[in-house]
């Protein structure tokens, strides 16, 4: 995976909890997350439950959110193929 522009935070569906990916650095969870345009972990929590509900692990989301959470992260793997 190419390293991130800036500091990313993230919410890990495998993990059930916050990443953070630093500027410069390549994202080092390969696992189900998702990207927020926040610029802490306590917003990344907000925009989680804002987006995602309760759901703390990828089996807790609803069909439609799995498959929300399958295409984000096929968008970033994609993007390092570029």
Not at 9 to 22: E, I, L, N, P, S
Not at 32 to 60: L, N
């Amino acid at each position: 995976m190419r390293p991130v522009d800036r500091t990313t935070y993230a919410w890990c569906f495998d993990h059930g909890t916050t990443h953070q990916f630093r500027a410069g650095d390549e994202p080092w969870c390969t696992a189900a997350w998702v990207a927020f345009t926040v610029a802490s972990e306590a917003e990344v929590i907000e925009a989680k439950e804002a987006a995602y509900g309760d759901a703390r692990f990828f089996d807790q989301l609803p069909g439609d959110k799995k498959l929300e959470v399958i295409d984000i992260r096929e968008t970033w793997r994609d993007r390092d193929e570029d």
